[in-house]
């Protein structure tokens, strides 16, 4: 298995795409964080006051912003063996197909967390010295903002997972990343707040995502972090068995 991480991690830097999703990434935490500062104090802001702790948790929960590119690299790092036609010698390599798909998960998810740990650290060099200036000092051992980060740590892992297993569902590339992005960006956004809708939509990936981080929003409701860690480690652990299992089954032809 040692070997297999290996060489997932050998193919996934020989292209640039991770740094370019790393860049991604940075960029979007550094923006959702200026956006959460810049008017986390405005009139109607649904969010809670920075100098409240539900508050400060929010804009620290931002770095969970790399999960939608994680998914979309762990995807493109399944898919893209059937795009690129080496599927069928790595299966050769390794008959046990499911070994594959395990070290793939193995690694995506830890890329998902190092990909967290260096937004969560973007989103501290934005928010300590800004939020300095006015007046509110952080504690970062505090106000349940460790227990935020570990949350970030963890969804973006899992999204990790997701990915490599919708992409072993699908096997499709350029279907499984362009139904990543719309519904992580358009789709959910869209339907979490329709208040019609909000006993089931606090289930979904993204909303069990800011659950876990503890975002706190007047206008949208979620489950208490503990619930929204088992709903969003739920959809990891049923796309990762699901992909699994087909990638074990079907031709590869």
Same mark, same amino acid.
């Given at each position: 298995?040692?070997?297999?991480?290996?060489?997932?991690?050998?193919?996934?830097?020989?292209?640039?795409?991770?740094?370019?999703?790393?860049?991604?990434?940075?960029?979007?935490?550094?923006?959702?964080?200026?956006?959460?500062?810049?008017?986390?104090?405005?009139?109607?802001?649904?969010?809670?006051?920075?100098?409240?702790?539900?508050?400060?948790?929010?804009?620290?929960?931002?770095?969970?912003?790399?999960?939608?590119?994680?998914?979309?690299?762990?995807?493109?790092?399944?898919?893209?063996?059937?795009?690129?036609?080496?599927?069928?010698?790595?299966?050769?390599?390794?008959?046990?197909?499911?070994?594959?798909?395990?070290?793939?998960?193995?690694?995506?998810?830890?890329?998902?967390?190092? %990909?967290?740990?260096?937004?969560?650290?973007?989103?501290?060099?934005?928010?300590?010295?800004?939020?300095?200036?006015?007046?509110?000092?952080?504690?970062?051992?505090?106000?349940?903002?460790?227990?935020?980060?570990?949350?970030?740590?963890?969804?973006?892992?899992?999204?990790?997972?997701?990915?490599?297993?919708?992409?072993?569902?699908?096997?499709?590339?350029?279907?499984?990343?362009?139904?990543?992005?719309?519904?992580?960006?358009?789709?959910?956004?869209?339907?979490?707040?329709?208040?019609?809708?909000?006993?089931?939509?606090? %289930?979904?990936?993204?909303?069990?995502?800011?659950?876990?981080?503890?975002?706190?929003?007047?206008?949208?409701?979620?489950?208490?972090?503990?619930?929204?860690?088992?709903?969003?480690?739920?959809?990891?652990?049923?796309?990762?068995?699901?992909?699994?299992?087909?990638?074990?089954?079907?031709?590869?032809?």
């Amino acid at each position: 298995m040692t070997r297999l991480i290996r060489a997932e991690f050998r193919k996934l830097f020989t292209t640039r795409l991770w740094l370019w999703l790393l860049l991604g990434s940075i960029g979007l935490t550094v923006l959702y964080a200026s956006l959460a500062i810049a008017f986390g104090d405005d009139p109607g802001n649904p969010t809670p006051p920075l100098a409240s702790p539900p508050g400060q948790r929010t804009v620290f929960s931002v770095g969970q912003g790399a999960s939608t590119l994680v998914a979309v690299l762990a995807a493109i790092g399944l898919t893209g063996e059937f795009r690129h036609r080496t599927v069928t010698p790595t299966f050769l390599a390794t008959p046990r197909r499911g070994l594959v798909v395990l070290a793939k998960l193995v690694t995506y998810g830890l890329i998902g967390a190092a %990909y967290a740990v260096i937004c969560i650290g973007a989103t501290v060099a934005v928010a300590l010295p800004w939020l300095a200036t006015k007046g509110i000092r952080i504690d970062l051992t505090g106000n349940g903002i460790p227990q935020t980060l570990a949350g970030v740590v963890a969804a973006v892992a899992i999204f990790g997972l997701l990915g490599v297993g919708l992409g072993a569902l699908l096997r499709e590339q350029a279907a499984t990343v362009v139904g990543l992005l719309v519904y992580l960006f358009i789709v959910e956004p869209l339907v979490t707040r329709i208040p019609s809708l909000s006993d089931w939509t606090v %289930y979904l990936p993204g909303a069990a995502a800011n659950a876990l981080t503890q975002v706190a929003q007047s206008n949208q409701h979620f489950l208490e972090p503990w619930q929204g860690g088992l709903v969003l480690a739920g959809y990891g652990l049923v796309f990762a068995v699901a992909g699994t299992f087909l990638a074990v089954r079907r031709d590869v032809t």
